[in-house]
């Protein structure tokens, strides 16, 4: 019986530590992609200001809503524009900085392409 | 010809990425929010300062009035600095503003109010934080101006006689 009592009991508590360990894992992974606007080369997860505290409570919030994480992304992009994201969209101001290496990486490329291969 | 292609288009290529390196070098690390987008206010519960009642953010906030909502502690300095030109800003009656209480001991923050007036209109508070991040604020002191439901201009940091008269230029 006592066996029995316990097994029921870890059953019962091992998937609700798994869950709230991912839960965890996702609420660390996007606090580390949000810059601490107040703390410049911060970011969320690292700082304890205030404000980043605030931010920590506000994502663990909308994750129990059920926000996704690319969801909750876009919030704070609403609300504290695209700067607050370490992991920039491709728009106008950025497009430089994702296509630049692969610019970079095909050129690289074709010229060692010329100069090696080509000759032989 | 062909040996001169390749040393040619690698100074284009470094000369390409020393500019935009170099161009980068001159932009200002230091972020400066956008402080006139034209933003909805959000919508919110939260609790009355003095009575500890719930309240809407509907029912504060009404169509067609001047608003200042003020985020304010009584732990932060630089709100007492500008606490005189809000207990002015009252006075002249242009404007209703309503005082967020930012992550405070109530019994403080009544001790603050006594001490220094109380020019707000209507206080809520904010004891976690998250509403101020709802508004897309970035700490204590804050003001917004809002018109219509809508955010016309924020202030970060305390307000000064500038940033006074420039509400009083943006309400007329």
């Known amino acids: 019986m006592k066996f029995l009592k316990l097994f029921l009991i870890v059953i019962i508590l091992f998937p609700l530590s798994s869950i709230n360990a991912e839960e965890n894992d996702t609420r660390n992974k996007i606090t580390k ?15 304890d ?8 409570i506000v994502v663990d919030k909308k994750l129990q809503e059920g926000f996704s994480e690319d969801q ?13 994201l370490y992991d920039p969209g491709l728009n106008k ?28 | 010809m062909k040996n001169k292609i390749l040393p040619f288009s690698v100074i284009i290529i470094f000369g390409i990425i020393f500019f935009i390196f170099y161009k980068g070098l ?9 402080v006139n987008a034209k933003k909805e206010i959000p919508v919110f519960n939260t609790k009355e300062f003095f009575s500890g009642e719930n309240v809407k953010s509907s029912s504060i906030f009404e169509l067609d009035k001047v ?29 209703n503003i309503i005082g967020m209480n930012y992550k405070d001991n109530l019994k403080n ?27 897309g604020a970035y700490g204590v002191p804050e003001s917004f101006l809002i018109y219509n439901k ?22 007329k």
């Open chain 2, 150 to 171: 809508e955010i016309i201009k924020k202030y970060i940091g305390p307000l000064n006689q500038e940033k006074v008269d420039e509400i009083n230029l943006l309400i």
């Open chain 2, 109 to 135: 923050a009544e001790n603050f109010l006594k001490e220094l007036g109380n020019p707000y209109k209507e206080i809520f508070i904010d004891l976690d934080g998250t509403i101020a991040i709802e508004w």
């Open chain 2, 26 to 34: 001159e932009d200002s690390k230091i972020y400066t929010p956008d």
């Open chain 2, 67 to 95: 608003y200042l909502l003020n985020i304010w502690s009584s732990w932060c300095v630089p709100c007492r600095q500008e606490h005189p030109l809000l207990m002015n800003l009252n006075l002249e009656n242009k404007l």
């Open chain 1, 93 to 120: 101001n950025t497009y430089i900085l994702w296509l630049l290496p692969i610019l970079i990486f095909l050129i690289g490329g074709a010229i060692i392409y010329k100069s090696f291969i080509a000759k032989k």
């Open chain 1, 72 to 84: 909750i992304y876009e919030y704070f992009k609403t609300k504290y524009g695209e700067w607050i």
């Open chain 1, 33 to 47: 992609n949000l810059r601490c606007l107040i703390c410049q080369g911060q970011s969320v997860y690292d700082s």
């Open chain 1, 49 to 56: 200001s205030e404000f980043a505290n605030s931010l920590k």
